[in-house]
């Protein structure tokens, strides 16, 4: 039978000289049960995923908002980001930075894209294509608590185009916990 006590403030790392624990071997054990991503023990959480929209040819338009899926993982350290979901997850309270490229090659098709943290619409990224290679990026740098999430979405009756180039992509880091 095991028996522990917690106390986790942020940062949280396998070094961390907060977490009190009995029964447990190490830290890092502990911090696994609870599904806490572990760091290099630095004393630093290390966060950052970047992912492409992997649909090949035309997506879109739709009648209503389509969360998008960036399931070709280019990295995804600390596994916040889903790719089966497309939404990034805050394991922990911090400042994050998030950036979004989109692209559209068909003639009159316009891609458009929303970026939100939980309900609540943060940006948007829109460019009419006249049938060349138009893309369009934005960024942001929002503080979330535990638990929060961030997606992007497909606006209603927006398109995107995406081919083996990888011209959709979404990433995002953890600049610092507080």
């Keep these: ?30 911090m696994t049960l609870l599904g806490i991503p572990l760091s290099a023990c630095s004393g630093e959480l290390k966060l950052a995923f970047s992912a492409a ?3 090949n040819g035309a997506f879109g338009p739709f009648d209503t908002e389509v969360t998008l899926k960036f399931s070709e993982i280019f ?6 980001y889903n790719p089966s979901t497309g939404i990034f997850t805050a394991p922990v309270r911090g400042t994050y930075y998030f950036r979004l490229t989109v692209l559209e090659l068909r003639a009159n098709h316009t ?3 929303y970026l939100y943290h ?28 535990q638990g929060d999430e961030v997606f992007m979405n497909l606006g209603t009756g927006f398109s995107l185009y995406n081919d083996g180039n990888n011209y ?11």
């Design 1 to 30: 039978m095991f028996f522990f006590m917690i106390e986790v403030m942020p940062p949280v790392c396998c070094c961390s000289e907060k977490i009190a624990f009995k029964s447990l071997t190490t830290s890092k054990q502990f």
């Design 118 to 145: 939980n309900s609540d619409l943060i940006l948007g990224a829109f460019q009419h294509s006249d049938g060349l290679h138009e893309s369009t990026s934005n960024a942001a740098v929002l503080q979330l608590e």
């Design 53 to 55: 929209f992997s649909q």
């Design 111 to 113: 891609v458009g894209v």
């Design 75 to 80: 990295s995804n350290i600390g596994t916040a």
């Design 168 to 178: 959709c992509t979404f990433s995002g880091f953890l600049l610092f916990s507080m």
